[in-house]
């Protein structure tokens, strides 16, 4: 069945580090992939989102890439922030079902 | 309503007791999601709503677990005979369609079966 796979926490990283956080699937066909923040004491929300292979989804700084070839939807972004610590999960849209399958979630860490 | 609304927030409840567990989405959100988020682990899903129709309660640990959707709207997750192992955090998120719309979580019910 369709899958995310994410990497391990938690990240650990000093203010203005250059951040990645893997993120690859297993889907029958082109899902689309969300990346979702959870900050410390509140919901989930979605970050950014890309619905089709080479599609690039930003938001407040963070860039993911929908690479087909390689199955990934890797998380970057250039200079984190304190404020960027949080819980970041990658997650697909199951294509029959409309399903929302997650990643286990992967906690980012910064420090100053 | 302006966001996903879920109550109670917090529930205390002894093993054994039976738990009801509300989702209120927002107005308009044909599809409903149920996950349970346990300490230190990811989103674990456990069923889906279009409409008042569930295409896949896959994800529902056990038969103690039901869940249902009334009016296309409000959606009562049940968990019967509760286990010190059902204690986690019990999230609702809805979406317009389902397809490839964004998803919007509600706070959660933390649920701790003592």
Redesign the interface.
């Known amino acids: 069945g369709n899958s995310v796979t994410q990497m391990e926490g938690p990240v650990t990283l000093s203010e203005e580090a250059f951040l990645t956080i893997n993120c690859t699937y297993t889907a029958t066909g082109y899902p ?1 992939l ?1 990346w ?1 923040v959870q900050y410390p004491g ?5 970050l950014l ?1 890309a ?1 089709k292979a080479d599609d690039k989804g930003s938001n407040k700084g963070f860039e993911a890439t929908y690479r087909k070839e390689t199955t990934s939807f890797h998380l970057e972004k250039g200079s984190v922030q304190v404020s960027d610590s949080a819980v970041y ?1 990658c997650a697909l ?1 199951d294509i029959g ?9 992967t906690r980012l860490q910064v420090f100053p | 309503g302006a966001g996903v609304s879920q109550s109670p927030s917090n529930k205390v409840t002894e093993k054994g007791k039976d738990v009801e567990l509300r989702c209120d989405p927002i107005s308009g959100h044909t ?1 409903l ?1 149920w ?1 349970r988020q346990s300490l230190g ?3 674990e ?1 456990l069923i ?1 709503f ?1 409409g008042n129709s569930a ?2 309660k896959s994800g529902l640990p056990s038969d103690r677990f039901s869940a249902e959707r009334t009016g296309g709207s409000v959606s009562t997750l049940t968990i019967q005979r509760t286990q010190q192992e059902d204690s986690a955090v019990y ?1 609702c ?1 809805t ?1 317009r ?4 719309t ?7 019910t933390r649920l701790t079966v003592v």
């Open positions: 689309s969300f979702y509140e919901g989930l929300q979605l989102k619905t999960f849209s079902t409309d399903k929302l399958i997650f990643g286990t979630g | 599809a999601y996950y682990q990811g989103l899903f889906y279009q295409p896949d999230l998120a979406t369609t389902g397809k490839n964004e998803a919007f979580f509600g706070q959660g």
